[in-house]
């Protein structure tokens, strides 16, 4: 009855291992990779008659086949994931960029839109009205919105 048991824990790891790739899967950057590599190892282990949990070796054995298996799954995960980080604007990191006006920009209103790069903000000016097409530099940002001047 205790191999049963064992089977039936090994198949139960192997199975929750598989699961947590899927997550992974589905919503990467989880890193649910790590511990579902080391369920997996540890489920074939028990599959294959090795008692992890009770016999001292197995500990051992276990042990450093986890440890092994995590910095594996660690290293495979650096190699095929990108080395450029995510790029993010924020409103704030805009200050002294340059862009065009699309929409009439007011200084009372924010209901004005600048393209800076590729993205539309919306915007006020500092002074008087900016038409479309006009050249806009950004010199603050405030809330939800961001503050331009006309550049001559």
Known sequence: MVLLEGI??????????AALLLVEVHSPGFFATVPATVLIIFGILLLLGMDIFNNGWGVVIGVTVAIAAAG???????????????????????????????K?????????????GTTEWSAHSTGSSIPEGKK?????SEGVHIVVEEVA
């Open 8 to 17: 039936a824990l090994g198949w139960l790891l192997i199975v929750i291992g």
């Open 72 to 102: 594996f799954t660690v290293w495979m995960y650096s190699r095929i994931t990108s080395d450029e980080s995510p790029t993010t604007i924020s409103r704030d990191s805009l200050v002294g960029m340059e862009g065009r006006v699309i």
């Open 104 to 116: 009439s920009v007011d200084p009372n209103t924010i209901s004005g839109k600048v393209i800076i």
């Open 136 to 140: 806009v530099k950004v010199v603050d």
